[in-house]
């Protein structure tokens, strides 16, 4: 993948995707994403993106709006723009205040195992 | 045993001295080989084929950047009916100004046939839309594209440039690797937010895609040719070309 970078797919503000995305690296997302995103390493979540999606991927940041289900294996950090509406699973959470989550949560039970 | 395929500009007076002092250089590295000039009506894969017949092993662009797209293209063919890339390409930009050669390492002029004599042979990938090669990009504008991949497809509003890259310096913080199997997909879309404006730029890797849109797509091959479709298919040719490159390459 693209070295020196902090993602290497990047999906822009104003892009309409439909269908499944895998990719090996880091992704980015601030367009409007419908179907499954499986990332093996970091998944950012710009505060623009708009996403009908299930997602997974190793580690994640999520700022805009999401409704799916979210698996990731270690960190998933919820930033105070986010809104997610679906079921939860990670191994580490951290929810900034102002974010808003329907969905059931279950913590310590990563993709992984 | 060298195939030099010199292009037809280098007819030209102005070049005489330059070709000159190339085929000195040549010589005297014991590299001389026998020359052939490419011409308007002169198939270029016709001619290498019989190159190749006739035992030559290594066979040389002598001209500008449009000169090594011309002699890609005529080599793909024959590699493909051998099965293997035997044939390694070389290249002589007899004038400076080109994109293709700093990429590779390769200085214009004399310094060029000694880049060639240390043959230090690369395999790299070469890029395809609907069938023509590409050694570096293939650049176009498109309105209200469609990019399928094979379980996606992504879809643009409006107007977006779009470069699909197999070889380059970098584009921006993504450095290009033309060994990777994978071309470097990039669309940018320009948009005004409050007084100024900020570019969107969409990036992915992928090994094959399919680009439509609403209106005819033109697209450039390596700043050089260009091609003019309904839909544009792309794949990348892993490995496809084993190419003489200087140590000064950019990957």
């Known amino acids: 993948m693209a070295k020196g970078s902090g993602a290497d797919t990047i999906i822009a503000k ?3 995707m439909n269908g499944e995305l895998r990719v090996d690296g880091n992704i980015f997302i601030d367009g409007d994403v419908k179907g499954t995103v499986i990332s093996q390493g970091d998944l950012n979540i710009g505060s623009e993106a708009k996403i009908e999606a299930n997602l997974q991927a190793k580690n994640a940041i999520v700022a805009g709006v999401l409704r799916g289900t979210v698996e990731i294996a270690e960190k998933l950090e919820i ?21 808003t989550i329907n969905g059931t949560i279950r913590m310590g039970v990563g993709i992984s195992e | 045993m060298y195939s030099y395929l010199y292009d037809e500009f280098l007819e030209d007076k102005r070049y005489e ?11 005297d590295l014991g590299i001389m080989g026998k020359v052939t000039r490419l011409a308007l009506f002169r198939d270029p894969v016709a001619v290498v084929k019989n190159e190749i017949a006739d035992g030559a092993r290594t066979v040389v662009a002598v001209g500008d ?3 090594l797209r011309r002699v890609l293209e005529a080599v793909l063919p024959n590699c493909r009916q ?28 004399s310094s060029a046939c000694d880049t060639l004599s240390a043959r230090l042979v690369q395999e790299i ?10 050694l570096h990009a293939a650049a176009g504008t498109f309105h209200s594209p469609k990019l399928s991949l094979q379980q996606s497809e992504m879809i643009w509003s409006g107007w977006a440039d779009f470069q699909i890259i197999n070889l380059a310096l970098s584009v921006g913080k993504f450095e290009i690797d033309p060994t990777d199997g994978a071309l470097d997909f990039f669309a940018s879309q320009l948009k005004r937010r409050w007084f100024r404006k900020e570019e969107y730029l969409t990036h992915l890797r992928a090994g094959s895609f399919l680009l439509t849109s609403d ?6 091959l390596d700043s050089e040719e260009s091609l003019t479709a309904d839909q544009l298919i792309f794949q990348v040719l892993p490995g496809r070309l084993r190419l003489v490159t200087g140590k000064d390459r950019r990957f």
Not at chain 2, 215 to 220: A, E, F, N
């Open chain 1, 14 to 16: 104003g892009v309409e």
């Open chain 1, 79 to 99: 930033l105070e723009t986010a809104e997610i509406t679906g079921d939860i699973t990670a191994g580490v959470l951290s929810v900034a205040g102002g974010a």
């Open chain 2, 17 to 27: 001295r330059e070709v000159g002092v190339i085929e000195t250089r040549l010589t």
């Open chain 2, 65 to 67: 950047d449009g000169t």
């Open chain 2, 82 to 109: 051998s099965g293997e890339s035997q044939v390694v390409v070389g290249f002589i930009p007899v004038v400076k100004g080109g994109v293709l050669g700093p990429l590779l390492g390769i200085d214009a002029g």
């Open chain 2, 125 to 134: 990938d070469l890029g395809e839309v609907n069938g023509r090669p590409y």
């Open chain 2, 215 to 220: 209106k005819k797509m033109t697209v450039i």
